[in-house]
């Protein structure tokens, strides 16, 4: 019992050391964490997220080089360091500038108090991945070109707004009307997301990897590139061959048959759906027992 006692004066005496959080102190902490989180969010569904890996990588690298003592390379850190903050400014001022336009553009209290109404589309699914397979060949007989992008774990919202919505249910007559020669809509990318495709004739970042073969024109090296920034997985049709061809992790393989398509296309279906809830007060009743996930 004495040593108990002697225990817990020692802890009183520690907690008497702590500062008094008081209602403001955490009031400021809940808006802190919401505002770490809000960019946290925003770089991941970014290419910030890729850049950021990139400084993260520097960090440690500096912190080793602090750790051994290697002066010279601290010293070489300290006095780039003006450099550096220029230069971040410089590489992510595309995402600071749209991040910007995005809070001086949207209600942040009704983004908040979303409602949830159960209309939230659904996940990739059998339907989808055979309306998917028979419009790439019914396109690839007539060598029809197509690029479709397939969303997965990172958004691909930036490469959304390069397009037009269409927020359409995924079907083989849509996607064929969309890629037809001669319409409104044919040229560049279209972006599928769950069950549906959300725009169309988005723009693709080419990729810079000389050992694609030339060959290939620019419909495959834009499937290439959005593999290489992304994790989603994208069906290209060739205008000259009429091959087949999905790119992903920055990779280019020929899918001969619509059975070798239809593999590829359901082991997206076997992937954990990655859920874009942030901090919302969900109203409105559950539906078969449980939320439904926006």
């Known amino acids: 019992m004495g040593i108990l006692t002697e225990l817990m004066m020692k802890a009183s005496s520690w907690l008497t050391l702590l500062p008094r959080i008081s209602l403001r102190n955490l009031f400021e902490i809940a808006i802190i964490s919401f505002l770490v989180y809000e960019i946290l969010f925003w770089i991941k569904n970014t290419r910030a997220w890729t850049l950021l890996k990139g400084l993260l990588t520097i960090m440690v690298f500096a912190i080793v080089a602090v750790l051994l003592r290697l002066d010279t390379i601290v010293w070489i850190l300290k006095n780039i360091t003006t450099i550096a903050v220029t230069a971040f400014l410089v590489v992510f001022q595309p995402e600071l500038r749209k991040a910007l336009e995005q809070l001086g553009s949207q209600n942040l209290l009704s983004g908040i108090l979303a409602q949830d109404d159960g209309k939230s589309s659904q996940e990739f699914n059998d339907r989808t991945v055979n309306e998917l397979v028979r419009a790439t060949f019914e396109m690839a007989k007539v060598k029809t070109g197509a690029l479709m992008v397939i969303e997965r774990g ?64 620019t419909r495959h090296r834009a499937a290439v590139g959005v593999s290489e920034t992304t994790d989603s997985l994208t069906i290209v049709v060739s205008e000259e061959t009429g091959r087949v061809s999905v790119a992903e992790g920055g990779m280019l393989r020929s899918v001969p048959t619509a059975e070798a398509l239809r593999n590829i296309l359901s082991g997206l279906m076997k992937e954990e759906p990655v859920s874009s809830n942030r901090f919302k007060i969900w109203k409105g009743r559950l539906i078969n027992g449980k939320k439904a996930d926006k």
Do not use: W
């Open 154 to 217: 990172t958004s691909l919202k930036e490469i959304e707004r390069t397009g037009i919505e269409i927020s359409g249910l995924v079907t083989s007559q849509l996607l064929i009307n969309i890629f037809e020669h001669n319409t409104p809509l044919h040229d560049g990318a279209v972006v599928i997301r769950g069950n549906r495709v959300a725009a169309a004739t988005c723009y693709l970042p080419l990729s810079d990897n000389m050992s694609i073969n030339k060959a290939l024109g």
